[in-house]
């Protein structure tokens, strides 16, 4: 199986803030990397897909990066909404592993 | 536009059999192509990927969790179920369906389900 490590594994911030959050695959999965955001009660959403691309009707100030084992998801002014769990997927092999999360909190 | 929702006993008792379904609405299950998932997220944990349905019917799981493991759908009620057999407390968990669209080539879940919250307990 992909291991998926995500860092760090919560981060407190202010509104306006740039947030970076990093995942890590044990072994090269090309771009095949989904970002998704969680909050409770409410069902996750797809944030990127393929490492870089934006889903329809996500933010711009959300992006990721990268290729191979390392990716980043950025968020150039943090919104009060985004105050949330992210977790990252590999979709290169089965099974399809996840990150453990990362949750944003407000500073 | 597309939604999911799981449904469920949210207690079961060790040893038993977990019964979930997912109804689809907005859509067909069984016209285009699309893999049906089930993913799970125990209290403080990540989330776990534990198998999918393709719309011909074929399925893969999760080698962790294979042998307990039957993922079926059901076309005439359009909707996909999940069965895991001699549950344990480490089964209990937020349950999630989720679906990916092989045409669009995202390999992403791009629609999912609010979850079902799942407790093991006698």
């Known amino acids: 199986d992909i291991q998926m490590t995500q860092s760090p594994s919560s981060v407190s911030a202010s509104v306006g803030d740039r947030v970076t959050i990093t995942c890590r695959a044990s072994?090269?999965?090309?771009?095949?990397l989904a970002w998704y955001q969680h909050k409770p009660g409410k069902a996750p959403k797809l944030l990127i897909y393929?490492?870089?691309s934006l889903q329809s009707g996500v933010p711009s100030r959300f992006s990721g990066s990268g290729s191979g084992t390392d990716f980043t998801l950025t968020i150039s002014s943090l919104q009060p909404e985004d105050f949330a769990t992210y977790s990252c997927?590999?979709?290169?092999?089965?099974?399809?592993?996840f990150g453990g999360g990362t949750k944003v909190e407000i500073k | 536009q597309v939604q999911l929702q799981e449904s469920g006993p949210g207690l079961v008792k060790p040893s038993q059999t977990l019964s979930l379904t997912c109804t689809v609405s907005?859509?067909?299950?069984?016209?285009?192509?699309?893999?049906w998932s089930w993913i799970r997220q125990p209290a403080g944990k990540g989330l776990e990927w534990i198998g999918r349905?393709?719309?011909?019917?074929?399925?893969n799981y999760n080698p962790s969790l294979k042998s307990r493991v039957t993922i079926s759908r059901d076309t005439s009620k359009n909707q996909f179920s999940l069965k895991l057999n001699s549950v344990t407390a480490t089964d209990s968990a937020m349950y999630y369906c989720?679906?990916?669209?092989?045409?669009?080539?995202?390999?992403?879940?791009?629609?999912w389900g609010q979850g079902t919250l799942v407790t093991v307990s006698s």
């Open positions: 072994q090269g999965i090309s771009s095949w």
């Open positions: 997927q590999q979709a290169n092999s089965l099974p399809l592993t």
């Open positions: 393929a490492a870089s």
């Open positions: 907005g859509g067909s299950i069984s016209s285009g192509s699309y893999y």
């Open positions: 349905v393709h719309t011909s019917g074929s399925t």
């Open positions: 989720a679906r990916v669209d092989v045409a669009l080539a995202t390999h992403a879940f791009d629609i």
